[in-house]
């Protein structure tokens, strides 16, 4: 089972950028399909970006589509969400998940414990 630690979440003006990474432990690391979710307050949780186990395949948000970018380093094991033109609806709890699919990601079998993402208008 693999397991996930977020980090580089914070408080970012509107039009901003940040990066959030998820180190993963584990020897299954790239077998394993990557992916971030978030959840505003008051919120479901809500699927964001995927990328498949060998990086060449990835599947976005239509709400982030065109602003994020997911990437992953199978040798650092450690996925990437460079998350630009931020917006205050892009304010939430930003999770890291490893999971089967990736158009969406539907099947989630670990869950990191979450990285505050906060945009000031």
């Known amino acids: 089972q693999v397991q996930l630690v977020e980090s580089g979440g914070g408080l970012v003006q509107a039009g901003g950028s940040l990066r959030l990474s998820c180190a993963a432990s584990?020897?299954?690391?790239?077998?394993?399909?990557m992916g971030w979710f978030r959840q505003a307050p008051g919120k479901g949780r809500e699927f964001v970006a995927a990328?498949?186990?060998?990086?060449?395949?990835?599947y976005y948000a239509d709400s982030v589509k065109g602003r994020f970018i997911i990437s992953r380093d199978n040798a650092k094991n450690t996925v990437f969400l460079q998350m630009n033109r931020l917006k205050p609806e892009d304010t939430a709890v930003y999770y890291c998940?490893?999971?089967?699919?990736?158009?969406?990601?539907?099947?989630?079998?670990?869950w990191g414990q979450g990285t505050q993402v906060t945009v000031s208008s």
């Open positions: 584990g020897r299954t690391f790239s077998r394993v399909a």
């Open positions: 998940a490893a999971g089967n699919t990736i158009a969406p990601m539907t099947s989630v079998n670990a």
């Open positions: 990328i498949s186990d060998s990086g060449l395949g990835t």
